[in-house]
């Protein structure tokens, strides 16, 4: 049974900072592409970061710079550090694995999915 769970999601203020956390069960994950998505109200589901088996990662511009994708196999975690966080960053994350490839942020190309954390930013 695959499972992704989301944790660390809350309410922060502009410029403030969070780290989500995925923990996932049921795949040996070192060998998949890791992936950030995000869906704000009325609007499409964006991919913000991706982290192949290799450690590569890939950033949406919109958060080049002040989002960080990590991961750690051994715990089966992945993370997403967020600094700098702007009103524009509220909406609810998800993370997200396929098999390993090139790791891009489109949604369609990943097989499974957490149920998403929320993330909301005020000034």
């Known amino acids: 049974q695959v499972a992704l769970v989301e944790s660390g999601g809350g309410s922060v203020q502009a410029g403030g900072s969070l780290r989500l956390s995925c923990a996932i069960s049921?795949?040996?994950?070192?060998?998949?592409?890791l992936a950030w998505f995000r869906q704000a109200p009325g609007e499409e589901r964006e991919g913000v970061a991706s982290i192949d088996p290799f450690g590569f990662t890939k950033y949406a511009d919109s958060v080049l710079g002040r989002f960080t994708i990590s991961r750690d196999n051994t715990k089966k975690t992945l993370y997403l550090q967020m600094n700098s966080l702007k009103h524009e960053d509220t909406a609810l994350y998800y993370c997200?694995?396929?098999?390993?490839?090139?790791?891009?942020?489109?949604?369609?190309?990943?097989?499974?999915w957490g149920q998403g954390s929320q993330v909301t930013v005020s000034s």
């Open positions: 049921g795949l040996a994950i070192s060998g998949y592409c």
């Open positions: 997200a694995a396929k098999p390993g490839g090139t790791c891009g942020l489109l949604s369609n190309d990943y097989n499974y």
